[in-house]
């Protein structure tokens, strides 16, 4: 068995051309590419009892030989996908299970008689060894196509493959190569295309997949685990949001985002560093972009759904807010396509394979310890913003909803490491009050939205809007005070 260890990256065609000649001309490889024509068939059952193992088997012809090959388990951070591969040759184009068992890589036999073929890949493969510092990387430029069920998905594609040396060095000549020619991080493999031709789905927004923590972890291995979780969450909405296929892309980037500026904010606290802060600055830029988005989200389907204005006020305001919503959204989808975005994703999975993390160190304390005395700090600054808050002052109730979105946030991180019949009960009484503050801050934004309209809408109009919002303030202002002294007399679940 080996372990596969592959950066993926796409690229448009017409910069081909380009990479190639740098390729050819560069220091960086020794010896002319290896040109191949490959053609590969994927195999599972009717129940894709395979894929739901993560897991993927195929034959490939390389030439006039077939190889089988088994992949399964791994993971992929950051575009970094690492899996298990058990490959060997066969005679021809039928699976021989013989020859996978001998390999390592036994299916079960219930499994193994129901194999179907599935969707077949084609491509054309350049390959290229490269040196780069000290590592012996392939650098292999796939074209070609994915094909099932009468359709394709292109294939356009550059995999970066380590033979030698340390998976940091991946990211290292991405972002060199990223100087020559536009490329994004590739979150989707090419089984994971075939699988959607195959079953004729269509691509859905991922939610974060919360790391498992264990209290004999370390701090730096927990707080690393959750800024993989966190980025994976974030690439894996990308191209869905480019795509305008549905809101919820772009709301669960934002979630992403918000929960990876947490956790770079608590790994800071343990130790400083240069590229750790330009990280976070960045990120903060992105978070700003997006919240500048999400409140003309909500001024259009909240404020004005519910506005009492004329057909033709309403009209009028709805179609200047949506122009101005638009350019928000432009701005976004241009920042998730921009050269800078790709680099600071190739930074951050360059940084997390660093020496940083490994002269991280917190005290001697235990994970559990730790979480404590993070969900201690935060729920102590809960606690002194709620009693100072009063329901006249806007900007103090949207200091206290950062708080309870911070504390939230961490006692979810930490969730396996506390009880869960009394976390549950904690976390739904925090996200109704933080329900609660965020509607009330979304009404006071209110007036700083009309305030962005153009002239063509008027003063009478903006007045009434502002009007309406300051009503609906004050209605839900009543149900602050019950849910917090609710919250404030609990105990905290971790006590």
């Known amino acids: 068995m080996a372990i596969e260890t592959e950066l993926k990256l796409s690229l448009a065609a017409k910069d081909l051309p380009a990479l190639k000649r740098h390729l050819l001309h560069s220091q960086l490889t020794t010896q002319p590419p290896v040109s191949r024509q490959l053609f590969s068939i994927y195999f599972d059952t009717l ?108 294939i356009c594609e550059l995999e970066l493959e380590l033979k030698s040396g340390h998976p940091q060095q991946l990211f290292a000549l991405a972002l060199s190569l990223l100087e020559v020619v536009p490329l994004q991080i590739e979150q989707t493999n090419k089984a994971e295309y075939g699988y959607r031709l195959f079953t004729e789905k269509s691509p859905t927004f991922q ?32 191209l869905g949001a480019i795509a305008q296929l549905n809101d919820e892309y772009l709301h669960q980037i934002r979630l992403a985002l918000r929960r990876l500026r947490l956790v770079l904010a608590m790994t800071h606290e343990i130790r400083a560093d240069d590229e750790l802060i330009d990280l976070q600055q960045q990120v903060k830029t992105l978070c700003i972009d997006f919240g500048d988005l999400r409140d003309w989200d909500v001024f259009i389907s909240e404020s004005l759904a519910s506005a ?27 920042n998730l396509q921009s050269r800078e975005f790709q680099q600071l994703l190739l930074r951050f999975g360059n940084w997390m394979l660093g020496n940083y993390w490994r002269r991280l160190a917190h005290k001697k304390l235990t994970l559990t310890n730790y979480a404590h005395d993070v969900l201690n700090h935060f729920e102590q600054g809960v606690q002194k913003r709620g009693r100072r808050s009063k329901l006249n002052d806007n ?51 209110v007036q700083q939205r009309v305030n962005e309209l153009p002239p063509s809408v008027g003063q009478t109009i903006r007045s009434q809007l502002a009007a309406e919002a300051a009503n609906r303030y004050t209605q839900q202002q009543k149900t602050f005070k019950p849910a917090w002294d609710d919250f404030s007399r609990r105990k905290a679940c971790w006590l």
């Open 47 to 154: 129940t894709l009892d395979l894929h739901q193992r993560r897991s993927a088997l195929r034959l490939r012809r390389v030439g006039t030989q077939w190889l089988q090959t088994l992949k399964g388990g791994g993971g992929v951070q950051a575009g970094l996908h690492s899996r298990n591969e058990w490959e060997a040759p066969v005679a021809g184009d039928a699976l021989d299970f013989d020859v996978l068992k001998q390999s390592g890589g036994e299916l079960p036999a219930e499994i193994c008689s129901q194999l179907k073929a599935a969707f077949v890949t084609d491509f054309n493969r350049d390959s290229f060894l490269v040196q780069f510092d000290g590592a012996e990387i392939e650098l292999c430029l796939d074209v070609g196509e994915i094909r099932a069920n009468d359709k394709t998905h292109p």
């Open 395 to 445: 900007g103090g109730l949207h200091t206290l909803r950062i708080a309870c979105k911070k504390l939230r946030y961490s006692v979810e991180l930490f969730n396996d490491l506390l009880p869960r019949k009394k976390t549950e009960r904690y976390l739904r009484q925090l996200s109704d009050l933080q329900d609660i503050l965020g509607q009330l801050n979304d009404l006071s934004n």
């Open 207 to 238: 939610k974060i997949e919360l790391p498992k923590l264990s209290k004999s972890q370390t701090i730096a291995d927990a707080l690393a685990q959750h800024i993989w979780a966190c980025l994976s969450h974030l690439q894996s909405n990308v």
């Open 308 to 334: 009492n204005l004329s057909d033709l006020d309403l009209a009028k305001t709805l179609k200047a807010s949506e122009k101005i919503r638009q350019q928000h959204h432009l701005l976004v989808r241009q």
